[in-house]
């Protein structure tokens, strides 16, 4: 039986050895280096072909990370824009709109600013007045500790002087209050009507006692309350007084003018007006309290009152003897 070549299957002579294993080693050798370089060859091409694929996505990946927070930051700054911008056009037109509201509107204190804005002076010179009404505790209790002999006359001259004219002014007007206080004070008699500059200084010299009258009332009683007030302190208290008097005789006149028969109820108000103008200052200069306060008041009324009215009688029969 022939023998084969257990590794390329040839048939061999019986003793004979096969010599494909020397002829085939370096057959093999080549092919088997040429497989590998190859196999190599394309496992690196393969990786290449991976790595470059790889980082191609990665990047691709990347870029698209990096857009997405750009687009919506981009998004959010044109809608804070559009925003920004509608809601300022919206504050715009509505300040505009209010402020044109505001211009229709009255307002006395923009009254107040724009009268001063264009008379300077005039503002200047009723600035002290204004104080009165604006601020009266405070100017009550703020003014001068020495007493200014001048302006003193001058407002207790001009509370006289329009009083009388007022008295006189009103009437002609047939006021039935009116007319029933000149009943009282003077009778029956044509002194207005016959004599009316008799009758402006009789008035004039009436109120004139009853200014000095008070103040000396609050001079004597301040004494049944410990206290020394002087004569010219207490002066200068009918003075605060008398100040509102005079724009109550203001206040009449503009009603006479507007076609009333003459609103002396502002009288009654400018009366309790001027009793708390006394409480305030007597209390702030006297240092009282306001049960003190008030009582010296009560009896300083109360004795003014007796003392005026003999007064007043003496001093209409002086004037209807003319």
């Not at 709109?97 to 009255?106: G, L, M, P, V, Y």
């Not at 010299?205 to 207490?234: D, E, G, M, P, Y």
Request: proline residues 3%; glycine residues 6%; contains cysteine.
């Amino acid at each position: 039986m022939a023998k084969i070549c257990f590794y390329c299957g040839k048939e061999l002579q019986p003793g004979v050895r096969c010599s494909c294993r020397g002829s085939g080693k370096p057959a093999g050798g080549a092919a088997s280096g040429a497989g590998s370089s190859s196999s190599s060859q394309t496992s690196s091409s393969y990786s290449q072909t991976a790595s470059s694929s790889s980082s191609a996505a990665s990047s691709s990946a990347f870029s698209q990370k990096e857009e997405k927070p750009k687009k919506q930051k981009e998004k959010k700054g044109k809608q804070v824009w559009r925003r920004a911008t509608s809601g300022s056009a919206d504050s715009a037109y509505g300040n505009e709109w209010t402020k044109q509201r505001d211009d229709t509107r009255f307002s006395f204190s923009r009254f107040i600013d724009q009268v001063r804005a264009r008379f300077p002076s005039l503002s200047k010179v009723l600035r002290p007045v204004m104080s009165y009404i604006w601020h009266p505790v405070t100017t009550i209790q703020n003014r001068a500790r020495v007493v200014p002999i001048g302006k003193t006359l001058l407002i207790h001259s001009l509370f006289a002087a329009l009083t009388s004219l007022m008295v006189l002014f009103t009437n002609s007007t047939d006021s039935p209050f009116l007319g029933m206080l000149i009943d009282l004070m003077f009778g029956k008699t044509d002194l207005f009507t016959e004599h009316p500059l008799i009758a402006f200084f009789t008035i004039s010299a009436i109120l004139w006692f009853c200014v000095l009258l008070l103040a000396s009332c609050f001079f004597i009683t301040s004494r049944f309350a410990n206290r020394k007030l002087k004569f010219l302190r207490a002066l200068d208290t009918v003075t605060m007084s008398s100040i509102y008097m005079c724009f109550a005789d203001v206040l009449i006149f503009l009603s006479v003018l507007l076609g009333t028969r003459g609103s002396f109820t502002l009288i009654f108000v400018a009366l309790i007006i001027m009793s708390i103008t006394h409480f305030v200052s007597l209390k702030n200069d006297l240092g009282l309290s306001e049960n003190a306060t008030f009582n010296m008041l009560a009896v300083s009324y109360l004795l003014f009152y007796t003392l005026a009215k003999l007064g007043t009688g003496i001093i209409i029969r002086v004037a209807t003897l003319f």
